[in-house]
């Protein structure tokens, strides 16, 4: 897994600007509360079964955008991830203390100005005007100056990437789709982490691989663009002729182009 990389950086806000960005902040703690009180009480912990219970609901009490309703969501299962981490190693007490059962008896909780995660639909940057466009509850704040040290800027200007990264990523995919007149495919990966079994130096790209996440920014920016967009059958994809639809596990004996057995045409690697 690639490391993750931190900056600091100043926002030159006004009076007005700054309300606004704290009363954001203080909206999606209120609604991170609630999230947390929703997965306490239904013991549920995942990050798509939790939007279940509060997706619509969070957006229509608190005024949250698409995206920064996902990231309250995301934000939650996380801080409930750590928290079950450090219970299973025992930091938090032993089973029986009265420290541990005071901590397992209640949901999890944030500060007003906790931080909120942000993306590139929520904040953009602007980097040779030294600006941001930023959205909050109040409307979306343009022009708003930013700062910090030379290395702190160089940095955010070449490694601004993540999640903001599959944005992009699915809208250069949805362009090309609705500039050649295409629909897209999309492998249904759903239970896959269940489903497979690895060794632990795998475990890690398999669990950090926010497939599900990337196929939600794709479908949202088809629908928008109008473009059709499909689920398959992820089985046996590697090994399927993408002219004559013949699954043959001879159609893919290695990573390299292959040809197909029932009609002889030579095949790229499978685009999936």
């Not at 609630?34 to 997706?55: I, P």
């Not at 801080?79 to 930091?91: E, I, V």
Request: charged share 25%.
């Amino acid at each position: 897994m690639a490391p993750k990389l931190s900056h600091t950086s100043i926002m030159m806000s006004s009076p007005q600007q700054a309300a606004a960005v704290e009363a954001t902040l203080d909206a999606a703690n209120r609604a991170a509360n609630l999230v947390a009180a929703l997965a306490f009480q239904h013991h549920c912990f995942r990050n798509f079964d939790l939007r279940k219970h509060a997706y619509d609901r969070i957006k229509a009490e608190f005024g949250l955008a698409v995206q920064a309703a996902q990231h309250v969501i995301k934000k939650v299962c996380d801080a409930y991830r750590t928290l079950h981490a450090n219970l299973a190693a025992g930091h938090l007490g032993k089973p029986g203390s009265s420290r541990r059962a005071a901590i397992e008896a209640r949901p999890i909780s944030f500060r007003p100005p906790a931080a909120q995660p942000y993306d590139d639909r929520c904040l953009s940057w602007q980097h040779d005007a030294r600006t941001v466009s930023i959205w909050t509850t109040a409307g979306r704040l343009k022009g708003v100056t930013f700062t910090g040290s030379a290395r702190q800027l160089a940095l955010l200007a070449a490694h601004r990437r993540g999640e903001s990264d599959l944005v992009c990523r699915a809208k250069s995919i949805v362009t090309e789709a609705e500039r050649t007149g295409r629909g897209i495919a999309l492998e249904d990966l759903q239970g896959i982490r269940e489903r497979v079994r690895l060794r632990k130096p795998q475990r890690v790209t398999l669990h950090s691989w926010s497939f599900h996440q990337f196929g939600a920014f794709i479908a949202d920016k088809a629908v928008r663009a109008g473009v059709a967009v499909i689920l398959v059958d992820a089985a046996c994809t590697s090994q399927q002729c993408s002219h004559c639809g013949h699954a043959d596990k001879r159609n893919r004996p290695d990573p390299k182009p292959s040809t197909a057995r029932s009609c002889k045409l030579g095949r790229s690697r499978p685009r999936s």
